[in-house]
């Protein structure tokens, strides 16, 4: 298997919503996307899949020891062989790639966030960083795109965080922060323990509305961001944020049932809301 088919069977197998955007893009920026998007799987599959910390601290470590050895010139793993070719064409640098690893070492450093600017903090390594760099690939020539770039690797990032609350859960993690938590009246050992009848309360319901309310705003200010100079170029992230997007509005119309159970879009809606983002440039 060449490097190229290893990175584009990882993005093909993954499922992500991003894979559908990724279609639309010329070969050369297809390349380049499907390659990033492939370390970024490497890396957050070690936090989630990896059961002892430490055995995934040093798997992280070692990724960290690749990317720099790959910048040098010795790239070993398939995806920083399927990288490196596109590094220079689109600006991705190796403090983009040790960013994103901070971000996943995060997870095993803390579970929980005192408060929303402790969670934007992690969310700008694992989401925002990866937006940057997306756009950098999809094609920019106005600089106030990297600031549009952030905004919505934000409100992405939130969408997941709503998505997950039962999937973190699992896995001992608590997204939302512990000062909105307490707003609402909400128990850390509740979510935790994701029971009914407890779990789709009032409290919770309130709390989950307060997320998705600050997510939206954030799609809107990434919208409004985006310079019109760079819109066609960067469609293939439109096409993402409508997919996310769609999701979150399942997720409300679901009313938040996400403590035992994934909220997801078909692929088939995945891929229409893809088209008519691409038809429609918006």
């Not at 996310?244 to 049932?257: G, K, P």
Request: aromatic share 10%; glycine share 6%; net charge neutral.
């Amino acid at each position: 298997m060449t490097p190229e088919q290893y990175v584009q069977d990882k993005a093909a197998k993954s499922g992500s919503s991003f894979y559908y955007a990724f279609l639309f893009l010329p070969p050369p920026r297809r390349a380049a996307i499907t390659a990033f998007y492939a370390f970024c799987r490497e890396v957050d599959d070690i936090v989630d899949e990896t059961h002892d910390a430490g055995v995934a601290a040093t798997k992280l470590a070692w990724w960290r020891k690749e990317a720099a050895a790959a910048f040098a010139g010795h790239p070993t793993h398939p995806v920083m062989r399927a990288l490196l070719p596109h590094v220079q064409a689109f600006d991705i640098r190796l403090e983009h790639l040790n960013a994103v690893i901070e971000g996943c070492q995060m997870d095993l450093d803390q579970t929980r966030y005192l408060d929303y600017a402790g969670l934007q903090r992690y969310c700008h390594l694992v989401a925002g960083v990866v937006g940057e760099v997306a756009s950098g690939i999809f094609g920019r020539s106005d600089p106030r795109t990297v600031e549009y770039a952030h905004k919505l690797g934000l409100a992405m990032q939130l969408t997941n965080i709503i998505r997950d609350v039962g999937d973190d859960a699992r896995r001992g993690r608590i997204y939302l922060p512990i000062s909105e938590l307490q707003q609402f009246d909400v128990k850390a050992h509740e979510i935790l323990k994701r029971e009914s009848p407890w779990g789709y309360s009032e409290r919770f319901t309130a709390l989950m509305k307060f997320q998705a309310a600050r997510a939206h705003a954030l799609y809107d200010e990434a919208f409004a961001l985006l310079p019109e100079a760079d819109r066609a170029a960067q469609k293939p992230g439109l096409m993402m944020a409508n997919i996310y997007r769609a999701l979150l509005r399942e997720i409300e119309a679901e009313n938040f049932q996400v403590l035992q159970q994934r909220i997801a879009l078909t692929p088939l809606r995945k891929l229409w809301i893809a088209m008519k983002t691409n038809w429609r440039g918006r």
